[in-house]
C-alpha cells in the first residue's frame, strides 16, 4: 500500500465533517482493492449489513452478492478493481440505511479526488446517482443516470461508466440483473 493511501486512509479514519455519520467507521483500507486497478468502481454509501459491519465494500449483504454475480460475468475479481463509495460512511437513520444528503456526498468528494489520483484508473464506473452526482461534483459535470447508463462518456482523466446499482431494490424495480450484467459487458477495458 503506498504511503499516499495510508495517509488518505487515516484522513478517512479520523474524518468528523458529518455529525450524523461521525461515530460510523470510514470504509477506506486495502481491503477496497489494486491500488494498480484500471476499473474504480463507486457507489453510494456502506450499508449496514454489507461494508459497515465488514469494513469491505460490497461485501456481507445482497447488494454485495449481486455485485459478485456481475463482477464474475465480466471475468474480474475483486482483486483486480478498487471499490469505493461516495460517502465513505454508513448513513443510517432509526437503525437502516438511508441515501446520503448532498452535504455528505459533498463532503466526502474530497476523498473520492484524492483516490482516484492515487489509482489513476483508465475507467471509473459509478453505480447509481449517488454516486454519479458525486462524479458530477468532481467533474463539474452534469451527467443524469438514465440517459447515460452503459455509455462511455470520456472526461480529461479517465472514462466515466455510469450504471444503476446493484441493489435487490433497483434489480427488482429498475434494472433487472439480466439487463445489468449487459451494462457490465459493456466496461470499457
Given amino acids: 500500500m503506498s504511503k499516499k493511501f495510508r495517509l488518505l486512509q487515516k484522513k478517512a479514519a479520523s474524518c468528523r465533517l458529518c455529525p450524523a455519520l461521525a461515530d460510523q467507521p470510514a470504509v477506506l483500507s486495502s481491503a477496497n482493492g489494486s491500488l494498480d486497478a484500471d476499473i474504480v468502481f463507486v457507489a453510494e454509501a456502506p450499508g449496514r449489513f454489507g461494508a459497515g459491519r465488514t469494513g469491505v465494500p460490497f461485501q456481507g449483504d445482497r447488494s454485495g452478492d449481486n455485485f459478485e454475480i456481475l463482477l464474475k460475468h465480466i471475468g474480474l475479481t475483486r482483486p483486480e478493481v478498487f471499490i469505493t463509495n461516495a460517502v465513505l460512511c454508513n448513513p443510517l437513520a432509526d437503525g437502516n440505511n438511508r441515501r446520503p444528503n448532498a452535504k455528505e456526498i459533498k ?4 476523498f473520492l479526488k484524492e483516490s482516484l489520483e492515487i489509482i489513476r484508473p483508465k475507467v471509473v464506473v459509478t453505480l447509481g446517482t449517488v454516486a454519479l452526482s458525486s462524479l458530477n461534483q468532481l467533474l463539474g459535470t452534469r451527467f443524469q443516470l438514465s440517459p447515460s447508463v452503459a455509455q462511455s462518456l470520456s472526461t480529461p482523466d479517465f472514462k466515466l461508466f455510469p450504471l444503476y446499482h446493484p441493489s435487490p431494490r433497483v434489480t427488482n424495480w429498475k434494472r433487472p440483473m439480466a439487463q445489468q450484467k449487459k451494462d ?6
Wanted: hydrophobic letters at 40%; proline letters at 10%; glycine letters at 0%.
Fill in 107 to 110: 463532503n466526502c468528494t474530497a
Fill in 184 to 189: 457490465f459487458k459493456k466496461i470499457p477495458a
